[in-house]
Nanobody, 118 residues
């Protein structure tokens, strides 16, 4: 299973970006999908997550600004980021909890850089 993330870039404060992450490979189904981020010198943190049924969870710092969604038919998760702030600058990683014949397995994308200038 591979996760391919895209959509990062450089944007001014107040701007918007949309991240996408597509899962491919031998996939029966995907349980939860999510986005994490890691800024320089900081630990990786959860940004947003979404279950296969559409329930969502957000970090307090992004509530009201970011929206996570997914297309189950395409095994793809999206993160719409609005009203971006310089403190949103980080490498963003997508994550998928893939259902297997054994225990569910975590997979990670390669990361995409988001830089917000002030």
């Amino acid at each position: 299973v591979q996760l391919q993330a895209s959509g990062g870039g450089l944007v001014q404060a107040g701007g918007s970006l949309r991240l996408s992450c597509a899962a491919s490979g031998s996939i029966f189904s995907i349980n939860a999908m999510g986005w994490y981020r890691q800024a320089p010198g900081k630990q990786r943190e959860l940004v947003a997550a979404i279950t296969s049924g559409g329930s969502t969870n957000y970090a307090d710092s992004v509530k009201g600004r970011f929206t996570i969604s997914r297309d189950n038919a395409k095994n793809t998760v999206y993160l719409q980021m609005n009203s971006l702030k310089p403190e949103d600058t980080a490498v963003y990683y997508c994550n998928a909890l893939v259902v297997t014949t054994g225990p569910d397995r975590d997979y990670w994308g390669q990361g995409t850089q988001v830089t917000v200038s002030s």
